[in-house]
């Protein structure tokens, strides 16, 4: 941190690389504050959907959006004051949680409460659009890739051990879709900015990984 100015590492990348896990790690080890921006598409789908909203009309979705309070705490998400933490986490609301996130208005009405995070000492933001919209100045930009098979290998592993009944293939099937939907949209398309540094993660363990932005993070800290 130079000046009191937090230090911002933006990690982006695909639906299931694992980005949630390695930038929470990345922020508990540096002390740093922690973002996680998809959380905030899935808080926002899982009460759109509980209020029957119609998805596809922005009217709709900034009205609701106007009247929710989402929360970060105790590592859990909340919405008007509940715990919504497990509910968020389900393929359906990832799924609706990629749908809604193509509104431009959306997006632009929740760029000044992700901007909320950075805070010194720093912080790790983790999503689709950390490093190109949201945090274009971030110091250290990350995209973290891996294959659609090995993606969802992870999710199923993930999902049988919470005791959900899924099947691989169908999981894969809904990885490439949402590739697709979260790369091809126009606003704040999943891209690789020019000054990203490419981690390829399918022979990386999680350490690997968390070590592998460490030691970037220390060449950039330098200066
Ligand atoms: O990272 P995640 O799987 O929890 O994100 C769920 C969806 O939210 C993702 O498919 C697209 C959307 N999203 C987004 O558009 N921009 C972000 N910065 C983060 C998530």
Redo the contacts with the bound molecule.
């Keep these: 941190m130079k000046n009191n100015i937090p230090f911002v590492i933006a990690i ?1 990348g695909p ?2 690389s694992g ?2 896990t390695i930038a929470k790690k990345i922020s508990t080890k540096l002390n740093y504050h922690y973002l ?7 808080v926002i789908a899982y009460a759109a959907k509980k209020k029957n909203i119609n998805t596809e009309s922005i009217e709709e979705l900034i009205n609701l959006v106007k009247h929710l309070k989402i929360e970060f705490f105790e590592n859990n998400e909340w919405l008007n004051g509940n715990k919504v933490s497990e509910f968020i986490r389900v393929e359906s609301i ?1 799924k609706l ?2 749908q809604i ?1 193509i509104h431009d208005k959306l ?1 632009t009405l929740l760029l000044e409460y992700q901007r909320s995070f950075c805070k010194p000492p720093g912080l790790v933001a ?5 490093a190109s919209v ?1 945090f274009p100045n971030a110091n250290l930009k990350i995209y973290l890739s891996a294959s659609v098979d090995e993606r969802a290998k992870r999710r199923y592993k993930q999902l049988i051990s919470k005791g959900n009944d899924v099947n691989l293939s169908d999981l894969a099937h809904e990885i490439k879709l ?1 590739d697709k ?2 790369k091809d949209r126009e606003v ?1 398309p999943l891209v690789i900015v020019k000054e990203a540094y490419v981690i390829e993660t399918d022979n990386l363990n999680e350490t690997e990984t968390v070590n592998k932005i460490l030691s970037l993070f220390d060449k950039e800290k330098r200066c």
């Design positions: 982006d639906a299931g980005k949630g996680d921006s998809g959380a905030i598409y899935r990832g949680a990629s996130a997006r983790e999503g689709r659009d950390m949201v949402r939907r979260d704040s």
